[in-house]
T-cell receptor
């Protein structure tokens, strides 16, 4: 069964600190993995996308890593800001088929001043 | 550039009333279109997707239906809303040449 598990479910950190969010998946055959940021009451916005051959991708203070062998990904946020408070969703897609990706339930991040 | 429009942003409807949520995409042709629902504290649940005009695939049998009357228009409907239909509804599109989804801004539906 294709599944995406994210941890932790929620996280509270102080402004300026770093944090790392985890994503484990069983989706196969693997096509790509994306991280989205969803502010409360808004639609998700793409942060990074990685294919099988990519193991690191950065977008400003966000850095995603991918280990296709262990089927794990992480999203590292550097020098957190209050605006980083949001839900972060990991999405994994299979090769072929009708292109229906599998969504994780997200990690809720709260950054306190 | 491509944009996606979804409306209304919020909606409060009584039980048993009809529903119509609209989503339109600009700046692209023949997009794949999707409707998702997100319940509080839950992940995104795929409701319907469409790869072309008049082509609708349903992922979860329920009180909702979808239609695609035009290439870049996707409509989510219900004849009679249930309390359990409350949630955050998201429209998304994807071009066949890209990996990623682009989501609309969402509709917060509250059935009372």
């Amino acid at each position: 069964k294709n599944q995406v598990e994210q941890s932790p479910q929620s996280l509270i950190i102080l402004e300026g600190k770093n944090c790392t969010l985890q994503c484990n998946y069983t989706v196969s055959p693997f096509s790509n993995l994306r991280w989205y940021k969803q502010d409360t009451g808004r639609g998700p916005v793409s942060l990074t996308i990685m294919t099988f051959s990519e193991n690191t991708k950065s977008n400003g203070r966000y850095t995603a890593t991918l280990d296709a062998d262990t089927k794990q990904s992480s999203l590292h946020i550097t020098a957190s800001q209050l605006s980083d408070s949001a839900s972060y969703i990991c999405v994994v897609s299979r090769e072929g088929g009708s292109y229906i990706p599998t969504f994780g339930r997200g990690t809720s991040l709260i950054v306190h001043p | 550039s491509q944009t996606i429009h979804q409306w209304p942003a919020t909606l409060v409807q009584p039980v048993g009333s009809p529903l119509s949520l609209e989503c339109t995409v600009e700046g692209t042709s023949n997009p794949n279109l999707y409707w998702y629902r997100q319940a509080a504290g839950r992940g995104l649940q795929l409701l319907f997707y469409s790869v072309g005009i008049g082509q609708i695939s349903s992922e979860v049998p329920q009180n909702l239906s979808a239609s695609r009357p035009q290439d870049r228009q996707f409509i989510l409907s219900s004849k009679k809303l249930l309390l359990s239909d409350s949630g955050f509804y998201l429209c998304a599109w994807r071009s066949g040449q890209t990996y990623g989804y682009t989501f609309g801004s969402g509709t917060r539906l509250t059935v009372v």
